[in-house]
């Protein structure tokens, strides 16, 4: 069985987080014997304030290092966020997500080390070698900090998701190009996650985001923790909080297809469910045409593919022309023309990194109106 310990909690409170992270670990079992040095994981995917809820929210963070610190343990914070992985974006991130706080509070290390290693997985479905920053290496154990958000792509993010911040900068978008297909991708996740072996993952619902996420979304007070040595188990329960079905989480199907996941197998402890599940969180639309797949004669598929099909909008009134979205396009789909993006639809590969990296939310995601209503 998957333990799964859920609590409810209403502020950002360092204090209060770790109570309820020593309970979970209480009711979870959870063993740091052996330990020395513990790599925390947020969700820190670009400057952003706490309050925007895009990133791990520090509270979380601060919480989860004095969890640490109690059992005599180091902590060291490091992600590779989205775009380039140097040490000057690093001290913005920290500093604007509230990272570099906590660190001087609490002590716990900062990583700015951007040097990263191949390690040998012979197992993995997708990847066989997989690129990782080297603090993971250095370390003996490693949380996984996520935030709970929805995701244009993945239609969901969490304790798993968050993983992919292990890869080195430019190595994530190379990925990137060469998983295009939603099932790839998602498989190359679970290669990530099964590969780093988290010891455990915790996921912040206090505030969540809704909508267009991962990052111009709405922040939506969820007030849940979720706590799991099994990130997948987490995922699923922090899914079933928002409503989110099983057939339209892409990453928990291919987890279930590989045999990594049964909905039975998880036991829910800590404060009822019900009282926390909400049924009206807003997701960003479906996501692919794969269910016309064999209905209908290939060409007829294709053409209807592409008018279906989501797909990047520019909205260049919105545009300060940072190039954040033409340096981190996988497909070099994008061109600046007068400071401003042109897309090439032809070109571009749906994984939507240009929406979940523009800091002016300059960037929508185009739906076929027939998703909009009918197919939602
Ligand atoms: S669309 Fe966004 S990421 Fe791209 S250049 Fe404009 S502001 Fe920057
Ligand atoms: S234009 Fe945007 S969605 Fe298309 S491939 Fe580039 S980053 Fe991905």
New binding site residues.
Partial sequence: MAKVAVFKCEDYNAGEILKKLKLACKMLNVDFSGKERILLKPNLLMRKKPEDAVTTHPEVVEATVELLKESGLDAVLADSPGGTYTKKRLEGIYASTGMKGVCDRTGALLNYDTSWYELNFEQGRMLKRIPFISPLRECDGLISLAKLKTHGMAVYTGAVKNLFGLIPGGQKIELHFKMQQLDRFMDMLLDIYLASRPMLSVIDGIVAMEGSGPSAGVPRKLGVLIVSQDGIAADFVASKIIGLKINDFPLLKCAVNRGLFREDEVEIVGDKLEEIMVKDFKFPGKKDVLFLKGLLPAWFENYIKGWLTPKPV?IHKK????????NTCPAHAIMMLNKK?VVDLDRCIRCFC?HE????K??NIDRAFIFKTILK
Avoid: K, T, Y
């Avoid at 545009?319 to 033409?326: K, L």
């Avoid at 990296?357 to 002016?360: K, Q, V």
């Fill in positions: 520019f545009c300060i022309g940072c190039r954040e979205c033409f993006p240009c990296l523009c800091p002016e300059a960037i």
